[in-house]
């Protein structure tokens, strides 16, 4: 992997409750931009279990954040794919590309029933090995439909027969793309090394991290271009560990329904330390 000489920082917030208003995380991401913060993230989920009721749409949140912001990278984190149309995707993150001047990273994953039970009362597939050929599937033809030529794809799950997707993603040859998965799966470790970045869910300790950014180092054998880890850590964790085992991005978790002024406070307290990856305040020296 291309070492990186700092651990970047970004809002990671659970549109819920307080954050289901766009205009709100605008302005939030428009702050964190002004406070040194390096992305906003944004989850996408369809539901979520009580009290949690209100919830925002991630793609028009995040159309927001883009033209409310010049420098901060956006996404989702992370999109569960396969409830979700490829076609439809594509379209969506190579406007979204567009609109915010290339800096789009998608975060993908094979999505969950767990808290939401967003897949089983909305008919969608719950095996968890077939979503992940869905998603392998819908990665192909994001692949394809970012390259601006025909895509032809016929297969297990998604037939997309000769249509062309234009205009292209700024980026080349597309929106970068971060992989998501628990630690101890290697399936997700294999899809991440073969796209732009991993997201390790529920990490637990460092040495974790450090057994993953080796298993990966080796996957990318001959690979080039620069590869990211962002880890999702409570925020008021130090992430300089897992900036030493190999993180590149640190994302401080929110508990679904967080009040905004928390989510204030962690803004001012300011991002990781660009040289040490240090916090400032609680969490930090």
Known sequence: ???????????????????????????????????????????????????????????????????????????????????????????????????????????????????????????????????????????????????GEPVHHHGEHYLVDDIRFLPRPVGRPGVPVWAAGFPGNIRPIRRAARLNGFFPANLEHPDQLAEIAATITDLRTGATGPYDIAIGLPFDADPRPYAAAGATWWLPEFEPGVALDTVRGVLRDGPADPAGGGLPGPGGD
């Open 1 to 147: 992997m291309t070492a990186r000489n700092r651990l970047r920082s970004a809002l990671w917030l659970p549109l819920f409750d307080d954050l289901a208003d766009p205009r709100v995380v605008a302005r939030l991401a428009a702050d964190a931009e002004e406070a040194g913060w390096d992305g906003c993230f944004v989850w996408d989920q369809l539901s979520w279990r009580a009290p949690v009721r209100p919830l925002a749409d991630p793609w028009i949140t995040l159309a927001a954040v883009a033209t409310a912001t010049e420098r901060l990278r956006l996404g989702p984190m992370v999109s569960p794919l396969p409830r979700r149309r490829p076609t439809k995707v594509a379209r969506e993150t190579a406007t979204l590309d567009r609109l915010s001047g290339g800096r789009l990273i998608l975060g993908a994953g094979i999505g969950s029933d767990q808290y939401g039970a967003e897949l089983s009362r909305t008919g969608e597939q719950l095996d968890d090995r077939r979503r992940g050929g869905m998603l392998d599937e819908s990665l192909a033809i994001l692949a394809a439909a970012w390259s």
